[in-house]
């Protein structure tokens, strides 16, 4: 059972800055897919970009491209988020996700393992 516990989330102004971290532990190689999601109020959880722990790609949504970064870092066991140029549409609640199958088309019922979320707010 593969447990994800995320931080880093908080209050920034728009344009500002936040780094999102994702502790793994109990990870086995059925768990080589590395997600994060975000849920804003009233709407579904929705994919954010992906990394494989295994060789490293990634996939953004397109609305985040440029702007976010997501790493591994193996030897801590952690996956990070660097959300740059944050904007208010990017206020929700960030989860941290775990899976196996790696496709273009990364949806929630991928994941068995999820995160408790960590909130984060962007302010005009």
């Known amino acids: ?22 502790a793994v532990s109990g990870r ?8 994060w999601f975000r849920q804003a109020p009233g709407k579904e959880r929705r994919f954010v970009t992906a990394i494989k ?13 440029g702007r976010f970064t997501i790493s591994r870092d193996s030897a ?5 988020l660097q959300m740059n140029s944050l904007k208010p549409d990017d206020t929700g609640v960030y ?18 393992s999820w995160g408790q979320g960590t909130q984060v ?4």
């Open 1 to 22: 059972q593969v447990q994800l516990v995320e931080s880093g989330g908080g209050l920034v102004q728009a344009g500002g800055s936040l780094r999102l971290s994702c």
């Open 28 to 35: 086995t190689f059925s768990s080589n897919v590395m997600a």
């Open 53 to 65: 722990w295994n060789g490293g790609s990634t996939l953004y949504e397109d609305s985040v491209k």
């Open 76 to 80: 801590k066991n952690t996956v990070y």
């Open 95 to 112: 989860y941290c996700a775990a899976g196996s199958l790696w496709t273009q088309d990364l949806r929630p019922t991928l994941f068995r």
């Open 121 to 124: 707010t962007v302010s005009s």
